[in-house]
């Protein structure tokens, strides 16, 4: 899917409260809140859904789309009857968000991250193959002579 899903947010007036809901009820884990975000906390331990988080501010529920240029993709949601709710951000040093309401009023966010951290995927399991099996090895007989030989040769070192 291009531009897939990446990320969300839950966002109410108390996000003690939605903290605490979304903890006891789904089992989420979430990191510490942040203060100066807005009381905001990370869920951890996502796999296999979606990262996202939830915090503080005018209720709304946001999904984010991962874009490798989300100017250009805002630009176009514009043009084409999208609201500019905030432009294109850096939030942190690594990621840059912008975010706009589509025709209908949803929230939606443009992310980028940079670097996008790798996918944890199990290492695709492969069959054993099978080892090739050892030939015997050639037996040649000794004739009478060579033996009397070798005897010969063993008694002289002694």
């Known amino acids: ?15 003690s409260a939605l903290h605490r809901f979304y903890r006891d009820v789904f089992g989420w884990k979430l990191t510490p809140p942040v203060k100066e975000m807005g009381n905001y906390s990370m869920v951890e331990d996502h796999e296999p859904g979606i990262g996202g988080g939830i915090g503080e501010g005018p209720t709304r529920v946001s999904v984010y789309l991962e874009s490798p240029d989300p100017q250009r993709y805002l630009d176009k949601a514009l043009a ?31 992310l980028k991250a940079n670097p996008r951290p790798a996918a944890r995927r199990a290492a695709p399991k492969r069959a054993a193959r099978p080892r090739a099996k050892k030939k015997p090895a050639k037996r040649t007989r000794t004739t009478t002579a060579k033996r009397v030989k070798r005897t010969t040769k063993r008694t002289k070192r002694r």
Do not use: C
Request: avoid cysteine; hydrophobic fraction near 50%.
């Open 1 to 15: 899917m291009a531009n897939p899903i990446t990320w969300f947010e839950i966002i109410g007036p108390d996000a």
């Open 80 to 110: 084409s009857g999208a609201r500019l709710l905030m432009p294109l951000t850096a939030v942190t040093p690594d990621t840059t968000i912008a975010m706009f309401a589509d025709p209908a009023g949803n929230t939606v966010g443009l």
